[in-house]
């Protein structure tokens, strides 16, 4: 037989880079010893080194130790750490949960948006500035998503992000992060929430938390889940989507879950039953080995509080990085690094202006700082959760990288878990160098 000659997909082009896992690889390549990477979501120690979370390690050689088998899981994944993860997520039981086991958090985002598409509506309202994957897999359930407004620079907008809302079709799914925003770490206020709970109730809105940070915005669950608590007891039928990567540290064992609120327990056995039905036709059934250990963690009170302390203990060094940077930058700018930013912002929005003017108004600005005339904050502290936008732009980025060979997005997002008591002060260096 001739061999074959012709190619079968030579109009093929490679695909742009994924905007954050492309940055990974360009640190992998970047021979430098002092390097630094912040652009990855993904825990450190202080020592920069991933953590294996103690009662993780327990829970693991406990199940080692065990009678471990092999079999297939339902294609509706492990029962008991589907009803664990439920009680986790809402405080109490519920009958009219429809809890699912799901390919950690991208893949319960999937799964529940495939439901979702061919049971109630293809139109996602999504924050304009979100985690980036979330296009691609919306895109890929077919569904039709619409961006909203979330942020103005590094401030939540407020007033259009209800605007645009507010012109939302009625009865369309919002999808909304229940707390610490990527890429922003910008959340609602406990009364804004309030006031979008409202609105969705008005607009009849179907709203899905992605729930990707559970626990690593306060340290505390219970403080975390209140945007879906309150939206639960205002009979707003939430979904969430669930992933234990960054809370357990389980990256890796793709643990997650789908969580449904239905109007009553038949309603939420068809829900079950239809999200185990696509799953099958997907990838049949889901990995065992990290939801058993979640469920082994969540089933042993002592393992449960000791999972929990872990919780306060990394978004604790994270707020304590936090606050380490934003002094280091003070340090190096003379100036609050909130006030550099407005700075940064009024030159870079006012090309039109001249210089001077800009000049004059950033040092305006920072002086009141100086002698106090000014609100001494920063939005280093008080965003929270795992990411900070900076305010840098591209161009600074990019400088970062070439020159001091410091990676974040290029949107100045930067991974707050990569920052440790030993790059702080090289890395508020760097970026005072680039400004
Ligand atoms: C907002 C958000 N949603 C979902 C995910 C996906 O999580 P997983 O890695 O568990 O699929 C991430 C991961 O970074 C995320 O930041």
């Given at each position: 037989m001739a061999a074959m000659t012709t190619s079968r997909f030579d109009t093929l082009q490679a695909p742009p880079k994924d905007p954050i896992l492309g940055v990974k690889e360009e640190f992998l390549a970047d021979a430098a010893t002092d390097k630094i990477n912040l652009s990855v979501g993904a825990y450190r120690t202080d020592e920069g080194q991933p953590w294996v979370l103690p009662p993780v390690a327990e829970a693991r050689k406990r199940l080692i130790e065990g009678k471990l088998e092999h079999e297939y899981l339902p294609s509706t994944g492990l029962k008991s750490y589907c009803d664990r993860v439920d009680l986790l997520l809402r405080g109490k039981t519920s009958e009219t949960s429809a809890t699912v086991q799901g390919l950690s958090g991208t893949g319960g985002l999937r799964l529940c948006f495939e439901f979702l598409r061919r049971h109630h509506s293809p139109t996602v309202y999504v924050p304009?500035?979100?985690?980036?994957?979330h296009w691609n897999v919306l895109r890929d359930a077919g569904c039709d998503a619409r961006p909203y407004t979330y942020l103005d620079g590094i401030k939540l907008d407020w007033p259009k992000l209800v605007a645009d809302l507010e012109q939302a079709e009625e009865g369309a799914i919002i999808l909304l992060h229940l707390c610490a925003h990527n890429p922003s770490g910008v959340d609602p206020s406990s009364e804004q929430w309030r006031e979008l709970c409202a609105l969705c109730q008005r607009k009849r809105f179907l709203p899905v938390f992605d729930s990707a940070y559970l626990g690593f915005a306060s340290g505390d669950v219970d403080k975390d889940a209140a945007p879906f608590r309150l939206f639960c007891e205002n009979g707003l039928q939430p979904w969430a989507c669930i992933s234990f990567s960054k809370n357990f540290g389980l990256y890796s064992e793709r643990a997650g879950a789908v969580v449904a609120s239905c109007a009553s327990a038949r309603e939420a056995s068809a829900v079950r039953g239809h999200l185990g039905k696509l799953a099958r036709a997907l990838y049949s059934n889901p990995p065992a080995f990290g939801a058993r250990v979640v469920d082994a963690v969540l089933a042993d009170a002592a393992l449960e509080a000791r999972w929990r302390e872990c919780l306060v203990v990394m978004s604790g060094r994270i707020a304590d990085m936090r606050a380490k940077l934003r002094s280091a930058l003070e340090a190096r700018t003379a100036r609050d690094w909130f006030v550099h930013c407005v700075g940064i912002k009024v030159r870079a929005s006012a090309r039109a202006i001249d210089a001077t003017v800009c000049h004059a108004i950033d040092a305006t600005v920072s002086a009141r700082w100086r002698d106090g005339r000014c609100p001494r904050r920063s939005h280093i502290t008080s965003q929270v959760g795992m990411f900070s936008y900076t305010g840098l732009n591209k161009q600074q980025v990019l400088r970062l990288r070439a020159e001091h060979h410091v990676y974040m997005l290029e949107s100045g997002r930067l991974s707050m878990a990569g920052v440790t008591s030993s790059n702080v002060e090289p890395l508020a260096a760097a970026i005072a160098a680039v400004l």
């Open positions: 304009a500035v979100t985690w980036s994957n």
